[in-house]
């Protein structure tokens, strides 16, 4: 059984497009969140949502959009897909009770906009 | 500035070779985590540290947060090809509604046969 699974896999694109990304948890965690992870492998929160509320927007340009529509989803939504966005996007989840939380990362989406 | 610097950020050995990576901070933290990521995977949690001093061990893997906790450490005894992959140390700074993963720039290890 997967724990956290996200699809597309891959998902090569041009710029200017609109792409989604869609992930699930099935470990009855409160918390979801997505990553990027460049091509240094420097690995970056950009969201984060507990029981389906917004708790962490980074620095994200708006362009990004994540929707969780129950506690067990976290889709992210990107419009005019741009040349820098290529990278390794992963979802994770957790159950926030305190310092040390695991966190379990679902296998990631290599995104590459040409 | 990266708050957590981990060195070194490549290390290529043989496999018996026994090896040490390191993160290093200038900030205390609660609480520290190492994860292992490897090729077309997420990363995996490895081992949570807590306490200043800790040593916790996982099989031929040592991990050790530093007195102060600003630093810790990884040592891998008799590294073997499975051992190869990108060793991640993590903090996590606790907000009002929830916690955030910080992560360093990781050790990339390559262990050959």
Known sequence: ?114 | TQLLEQSPQFLSIQEGENLTVYCNSSSVFSSLQWYRQEPGEGPVLLVTVVTGGEVKKLKRLTFQFGDARKDSSLHITAAQPGDTGLYLCAVTFLGTSGSRLTFGEGTQLTVNP
């Open chain 1, 1 to 114: 059984d997967t724990a956290v699974s996200q699809t597309p896999k891959y998902l090569v694109t041009q710029m200017g497009n609109d792409k989604s990304i869609k992930c699930e948890q099935n470990l009855g965690h409160d918390t979801m969140y997505w990553y990027k992870q460049d091509s240094k492998k420097f690995l970056k929160i950009m969201f984060s949502y507990n029981n389906k509320e917004l708790i962490i927007n980074e620095t994200v340009p708006n362009r990004f959009s994540p929707k969780s529509p129950d506690k067990a989803h976290l889709n992210l939504h990107i419009n005019s897909l741009e040349l820098g966005d290529s990278a390794v996007y992963f979802c994770a989840s957790s159950q926030v009770v305190g310092r040390g939380d695991t966190q379990y990362f679902g296998p990631g989406t290599r995104l590459t906009v040409l």
